[in-house]
C-alpha cells in the first residue's frame, strides 16, 4: 500500500525534534517542504537540515503556499498540492511531507489530509505529533500555561479585537500565536476584561533560532518597546 508520512518539526530546534520523527526523516526517499513563495527557503526544511541523510541523494520538493485569505486561491493550492503529494506516494516511494510546530494546530497539513482522504483514499497516510511553540516556550519561560481547572484560550491571529475581549473575560490564561503585529492593540483589551497589572505577561519571537528574543514581566510593565512585530511570535498572558 502506498504511504505518506506528515511530521511534526516542532518549534524550531532540531533537537526536539522526535525519534519517530527522525526516523522517517531519513527512510524518507522524497522530503516534501511547505513555503509561502517560490524561491522562498522552507522554514520547516531549516529545522530539519543536520539530519538529512546526504548519502542517500534524497529528493527535496518545495510546495507553495501563498500567504492569502482568498478562498479560492486556498482551495486551489490545497487541491494541486495534495495531489503532488500523492502521485510521488503513488509511485512507491517513501515520502514525508514537513509541517512546522504540530500538523493538527493551525497548520496547513490539516486542509491536505482532507483532500488526501477524500481523492485518494488507498494512500496510507501516518502522522507524526510535533512539539508546538507554547510549549517550548512556556518551558523557557518557567510560565504554566494551566493549572487546576485554569481556562486556556488560543488565539492565531489578532484580527477581530472584540472578540479577542469577550473570550478573554472568561479565560485565565491566553495565548496568542503567530502574528506579533496585532499584539500590541489587545494590551487595553485585556486590562478591560479583568487582567490586571499583576498578571503575568511573556512573548517571545523566532524561538530556538540565533535570533530568538523572550521577554517575562508583568502586564502592569509592558511598554510599545516590549512588543514583537514579527510573524512568527508568541504572547501569553495569565491572571494572577
Known amino acids: 500500500m502506498p504511504e505518506l508520512i506528515c511530521v511534526g518539526c516542532g518549534p524550531g530546534d532540531p533537537d526536539l525534534l522526535t525519534v519517530k520523527a527522525v526516523k522517517a526523516i531519513q527512510n524518507a526517499d522524497i522530503i ?3 513555503t509561502s513563495k517560490e524561491g522562498k527557503p522552507s522554514l520547516a526544511l531549516s529545522v530539519i537540515s543536520s539530519i538529512i541523510d546526504k548519502a542517500k541523494n ?11 485569505k482568498d478562498k479560492d486561491i486556498l482551495e486551489t493550492t490545497w487541491e494541486k498540492n495534495s495531489r ?17 510546530g504540530d500538523p493538527y494546530l493551525y497548520s496547513t497539513w490539516i486542509y491536505l489530509h482532507r483532500e488526501l482522504k477524500t481523492k485518494f483514499p488507498e494512500i496510507k ?6 512539539i508546538v511553540s507554547m510549549f517550548t516556550f512556556a518551558s523557557k519561560v518557567g510560565i504554566s500555561i494551566a ?3 485554569e481556562k486556556v484560550t488560543i488565539i492565531p491571529s489578532c484580527y477581530d479585537l472584540s472578540q479577542v475581549k469577550e ?34 505577561f511573556a512573548i517571545g519571537q523566532d524561538l530556538d533560532t540565533e535570533h530568538e528574543i523572550v521577554r517575562k514581566l508583568t502586564l502592569g510593565e509592558v511598554t510599545k518597546d516590549t512588543m514583537t512585530t514579527k510573524y512568527f511570535s508568541i504572547m501569553v498572558v495569565k491572571r494572577v
Open 32 to 34: 516534501m517542504c511547505p
Open 58 to 68: 534524497q529528493k527535496i520538493v518545495n510546495l507553495v503556499f501563498p500567504m492569502t
Open 84 to 100: 503532488i503529494l500523492a502521485e510521488n506516494a503513488l509511485s512507491g516511494k517513501k515520502v514525508v511531507y514537513l509541517t512546522v
Open 125 to 130: 497516510i501516518t502522522v507524526i505529533p510535533g
Open 147 to 149: 493549572e487546576g481547572a
Open 167 to 200: 473570550l478573554a473575560k472568561n479565560s485565565d490564561t491566553m495565548v496568542f500565536l503567530k502574528d506579533g503585529r496585532y499584539f500590541d492593540q489587545v494590551i487595553k483589551l485585556l486590562k478591560e476584561a479583568g487582567f490586571s497589572d499583576e498578571s503575568i
